[in-house]
């Protein structure tokens, strides 16, 4: 019999409530339903106030950082001109990038340990899978299959899979 997952409780990005959910997801049901709202007021508020900081954008939108940062690892900014100080952390270096979730030199070193890793593990990804995926779907085999080099591959992608 499958155990159903236990649900975690976290606090919203948004609005700092406590929530419950078994899934990954960071923000609370309120939030969640005005998230396209959201993305429009930061990005009419980027489009009318060209060079603003993330922090300024936050400030003047009611729009927590953390939520701007998610944005812009969507790519929402994508068609929007940013201005020098419109930045936040790669996920893995912490240096300042604009748009993805790691910075180019970080993106070389993933994209070449996690092809590694992958023909270690024995697994074929088509080229144009993102990262991320690659990563989750190679964590979440090792957990399946518990196989023996297990410690071997979570040492070498704990760095690299996404915090949470
Ligand atoms: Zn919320
Ligand atoms: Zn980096």
New binding site residues.
């Given amino acids: 019999m499958a155990v159903a997952p236990k649900k975690k409780i976290r606090n919203c990005i948004q609005c700092g409530k406590v929530f419950l959910t078994q899934e990954r997801e960071e923000l609370c049901a309120e939030c969640k339903a005005k998230f396209y709202e959201l993305e429009k007021i930061v990005v009419d508020y980027v489009k009318e106030n060209p060079g603003v900081s993330m922090t300024e954008v936050s400030e003047a939108t009611g729009v927590s950082k953390k939520l701007i940062q998610r944005m812009a690892r969507e790519g929402v900014f994508a068609d929007v001109p940013m201005g020098e100080n419109f930045t936040f952390p ?1 996920a ?4 300042p990038i604009k748009t993805g979730t ?2 180019t ?2 993106l070389t070193r993933l994209r070449q340990e996690t092809k590694r890793a992958a023909e270690r593990m024995k697994i074929r990804f088509s080229d144009d899978m993102p990262i991320i995926e690659k990563l989750d779907a190679m964590a979440q085999r090792d957990f399946d299959k518990q196989q023996r080099d297990r410690r071997t591959f979570s040492n070498a992608m704990s760095k690299l899979i996404r915090p949470r």
């Fill in positions: 790669c893995s270096c912490g240096k790691y910075c030199s970080c």
